[in-house]
């Protein structure tokens, strides 16, 4: 089982862009076709700055660490070996096309089921905008087996 | 929108439901590289054989990316406030993704009206694989 020493421990904050061609790749891979994610006249005659980003489009910003999936590198496991299991989102603002964002991942919990066989890690990732608000908050769980 | 105001949503009404097209491996590939995600075990067989699956699964967040179309499409997006999901079952190729939701709570708090959501995503056999809950926010 992995060593509950590093319940919050908290990684690297690292900056990312929210660009239009990843956001309308975003969508098409889903085959989100509301126009307030795909249209940025839409998008503005609705009142957004931009074309909104999808609900779960927070995934691709997490995903894109420098320190790829810095937990599996903190504690030693294979990807392979992952299994997502739960993930919750809370919202306090927009994510739109253009937003410069800072992310920062933090471990929040470390637990164990079956007799120590099934690992669990929880992590929260705060998304902030250059004023340093809170826009969104990304809370995964994940499974790791033994292997 | 189908969504009304918040005296007009009760408890018990359901969301026009999606369906969506069968998972395929073109849906897994552009979503593995929409999403960043290049976790092998959903794109290449023999990871996922490596890793004791039976073939490639679906992401989990392709399912919930489903849920949350749904949720969008009955809610305008800048009023949910919360979403959250469990993956309880694996998605694999061939599967037909289909979503629905019911209004599940009414809730005054702090001067806002919310409406709480319970959602899922079920195969065409109808075992469900995401069971989600969405908070959205009702002037």
Redesign the interface.
Known sequence: MFDKKHIGHAFEPYDVEVEKG?VR??A?????T?P??TDEEAARAAG?RSV?A???FI??LV??SPYYFPIAALLGFS?????????????FG?ICVGDCLTLQETIVDIFTKKNGTLNFVISETMLRNPEGELVALS?ETIMV?E? | MSAKTFDEVEVGDLLEPLTLPPIDRLSLALYCGGSNDHNPIHIDPDAAQSAGLDGVIAHGMLSMAFVGRLLTSWVEQRRVRKFSCRFVGMMMLGDVPMVSGEVAEKIQKDGENLVRLTLSLKDETGQEKVSAEALVAFS
């Open positions: 990843a790749l975003f098409k891979a889903i085959g989100e509301n307030v994610n957004h909104v999808p609900l779960t995934a691709s995903a894109l990807e392979e070996n992952v299994l997502h299991v739960g993930q919750e989102y809370e919202y927009e809370r087996r292997g």
